[in-house]
């Protein structure tokens, strides 16, 4: 069964500095990774896909990184603001023969002090 | 307004009562997806369908049905809602099952 773990649970940076956030996954046979964003009370909007061949991925000031091998992916934020405080979330598409299925993670909760 | 909406966005309703979601979106995506997001569980899938007529059930789908008559509808109901099903269900689409994943605004369901 595909885990995914987000850790840490909670982040807070002060303004500027730039954001780690890390992901990892149990299984390796995965299709692709999606980074998401969750502000509070909103639904998720997607920031980037990552798909299992490539190594990296990047959208203005976010790139994401993919490692299979080792069951990793890292959101790199870059010079954060505070309208970067938001959950973010990862997840995963394993292949499974019942049909492929996205596995998220617990979130990170991201706090980008003024 | 092009995308993927659900109605309503709040709603409450009292235990063995049936309650239907809906679940609309404009990009004539094959998949369509409900979700549940729960505190200490995280969101979890509870059907998807990959095409009209064709729904199959993912990790948590007892008290729930779902039919797809038409490819840009997916309503979700709780035949006979219980204190358990109050959460906040999220419906998402993707072009295929390894696609991206766009998500609605999400219904918050309260069971009294």
């Known amino acids: 069964k595909q885990e995914v773990t987000q850790i840490p649970a909670a982040l807070s940076v002060p303004e500027g500095e730039n954001l780690v956030l890390n992901c990892s996954f149990t299984?390796?046979?995965?299709?692709?990774l999606q980074w998401f964003r969750q502000d509070p009370g909103k639904g998720l909007t997607s920031l980037l896909l990552?798909?299992?061949?490539?190594r990296e991925q990047t959208s203005g000031r976010l790139n994401a990184s993919l490692d299979k091998s080792s069951g990793r992916s890292t959101l790199y934020i870059a010079a954060s603001q505070p309208g970067d405080s938001a959950t973010y979330l990862c997840?995963?598409?394993?292949?499974?023969?019942?049909?492929?299925?996205?596995?998220f993670g617990g979130g990170t909760r991201v706090l980008v002090k003024p | 307004d092009a995308g993927i909406t659900q109605s309503p966005r709040y709603k409450i309703t009292e235990t063995g009562r049936q309650v239907t979601l809906m679940c609309h979106q404009t990009?004539?995506?094959?998949?369509m997806f409900w979700y549940r997001q729960d505190l200490g569980h995280g969101l979890r899938l509870i059907y998807y369908s990959a095409a009209a007529d064709i729904t199959d059930k993912g990790e948590v789908p007892d008290g729930y049905v779902v039919s797809r008559s038409k490819t840009e509808n997916f309503p979700l109901t709780l035949e006979s809602a219980t204190r358990s099903q109050t959460s906040v269900y999220f419906c998402?689409?993707?072009?295929?099952?390894?696609?991206?994943?766009?998500f609605g605004p999400g219904t918050r369901l309260t069971v009294t």
């Open positions: 299984d390796s046979a995965i299709y692709n």
């Open positions: 990552i798909q299992s061949s490539q």
């Open positions: 997840a995963v598409i394993r292949r499974s023969a019942a049909g492929n299925k996205l596995t």
């Open positions: 998402a689409s993707s072009l295929w099952d390894r696609n991206e994943q766009y």
């Open positions: 990009w004539s995506h094959s998949y």
